[in-house]
């Protein structure tokens, strides 16, 4: 039996349940990982309460990012071996002592990435990755609205779209965050509470406006992002922090400037196992390189998830979370 995290009902931070579980020996294709670290993800939350269906049904083992070693190989399994170190997202059951995974799900780690950083970054980086380099590529000299900048996947893509050359625009919720988001690339910092974040784009740009808003916060910021725009730019809305957006008529994207929308999961652009090993080793190399570094901001033992998630429901959490098993 190990230590593990799940949830019997979805609901509240209430419903994360610390528990013993059974983790069997890995079957065809999977490895049986031993965490050191898993991350903890605004997405935890869509699962804990039910707004995404469990893929397994109840109970589920909560989290979906996370970095340890392998500690057996299923049958079939050729390409790692006991001892291996890897980091790993997109597979429900993270938040445990021990797991099994698809082996193909699973990327090694190179020596100079320690496992808080993998845990704190197989997600949120490589959905950095995908969305700087993929969905919108950005170019030297772009005007990019990054929202939540000081938030976990807002840190590592506020350094990497500086490290590509754009001027970097993010909001923020407060002067604390403003303050951090400043340190980690962004070049101008809005508070979106206190200010009018539209009429402080148009300031900053002298009105050229942004080619790509990066949005993962949703509802509140929704429709004014596609005011952020310039015509034929880029909505990226990646999330729902604040909620999700309401339907809306296509036709705006017409009347705001013949705009592109685009609303993208990992899942798919990291479907593909080259594709997954190829967004990965684009974020190991940046962040070898120090360019994109990741700030692991909070620490919880794993006995303490609920905590974690009521931190980062109420906006008190900067950077990444782990939870330690
Ligand atoms: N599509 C994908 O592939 C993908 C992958 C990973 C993550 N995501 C999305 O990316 C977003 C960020 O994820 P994360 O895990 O890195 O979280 P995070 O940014 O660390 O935390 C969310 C942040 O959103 C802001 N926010 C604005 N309104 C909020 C509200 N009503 N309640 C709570 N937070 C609010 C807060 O920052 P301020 O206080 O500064 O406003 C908060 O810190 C989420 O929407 C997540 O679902 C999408």
Request: charged share 20%.
């Amino acid at each position: 039996m190990v230590a593990a995290v799940r949830v019997h009902k979805t609901g509240g931070p209430e419903v994360l349940t610390f528990e013993d579980v059974t983790v069997p020996a890995p079957g065809a294709g999977q490895v049986k990982i031993r965490n050191h670290a898993c991350g903890v993800n605004f997405i935890d939350t869509y699962f804990r309460m039910g707004m995404y269906p469990s893929p397994v049904g109840l109970p589920f083992v909560a989290g979906n990012e996370g970095a340890g070693e392998v500690i057996a190989v299923g049958p079939g399994v050729t390409d790692l071996k006991v001892g291996d170190r890897v980091g790993y997202t997109a597979a429900l059951g993270t938040y445990t002592a021990e797991r099994l995974l698809p082996a193909d799900r699973a990327v090694k780690l190179p020596a100079q990435i320690s496992y808080e950083q993998a845990a704190a970054m197989m997600l949120k980086g490589m959905t950095a990755e995908y969305l700087l380099r993929r969905t919108y590529k950005v170019q030297k000299g772009d005007n990019v609205l990054i929202h939540a900048a000081a938030g976990g996947v807002g840190l590592i893509a506020c350094q990497w779209a500086n490290h590509l050359g754009a001027n970097v625009i993010g909001t923020v919720g407060s002067k604390e965050k403003a303050e951090l988001a400043k340190k980690n690339g962004c070049h101008h910092v809005i508070l979106y509470r206190d200010e009018d974040f539209v009429a402080k784009v148009k300031e900053i740009t002298g009105g050229k406006l942004c080619q790509v808003v990066y949005d993962g916060v949703g509802k509140a910021t929704f429709p004014a992002s596609l005011d952020c725009l310039r015509p034929l730019g880029m909505f990226v809305s990646f999330g729902s922090a604040s909620g999700q957006i309401d339907a809306f008529n296509i036709n705006i994207l017409q009347t705001k400037g013949s705009l592109y929308a685009t609303r993208p999961t990992l899942n798919h652009y990291a479907a593909a196992r080259e594709d997954l090993v190829a967004i990965a080793n684009d974020l190991f190399a940046v962040v070898a390189s120090g360019a994109v570094k990741i700030p692991v901001n909070q620490r919880y033992p794993l006995k303490d998830a609920q905590k974690a998630h009521r931190d980062l429901e109420s906006r008190n959490t900067t950077g990444s979370s782990i939870l330690v098993p």
